[in-house]
């Protein structure tokens, strides 16, 4: 379950970096973290269990909306870089000589 966190953490952080994602897509996951921060809430985070609930619910369903606007195949791609299936192009310079 953990290693499930940090690979969508991971996925998130590089989709959030690629310029290929428009800037509007990613001020969803912004939108969601300055909520997060946020002291105004729905359900205010002194209620134990429901306040950090609704926090974690918008964090969650903002993160799949992120991913869910995204082409497919730009999310393909940083998930066979993350899995280790392909060397990311973009540090290495092909040769035409080759």
């Known amino acids: 379950m ?3 966190i940090v690979y ?4 998130v ?7 290929r994602v428009s800037m509007w897509h990613k001020l969803i ?4 973290v300055a909520y997060v921060l946020s002291p105004l809430d729905l359900i205010p985070d002194f ?4 306040g950090q609930l609704d926090d974690l619910g918008i964090l969650l369903g903002s993160l ?5 606007m995204i082409p497919t195949q730009i999310v393909q791609e ?17 040769n035409d000589r080759d």
């Not at 969508?8 to 996925?11: D, P, T, V």
Request: aromatic share 10%.
């Open 78 to 94: 940083h998930q066979e870089i993350i899995d280790g299936r392909v060397i990311e192009a973009r540090k290495y310079k092909v």
């Open 2 to 4: 953990f290693e499930r």
């Open 13 to 19: 952080w590089r989709l959030l970096l690629d310029t």
């Open 29 to 32: 996951v912004i939108a969601a």
């Open 47 to 50: 209620m134990i269990g429901l």
């Open 64 to 68: 799949r909306l992120f991913k869910s």
């Open 8 to 11: 969508e953490a991971r996925l």
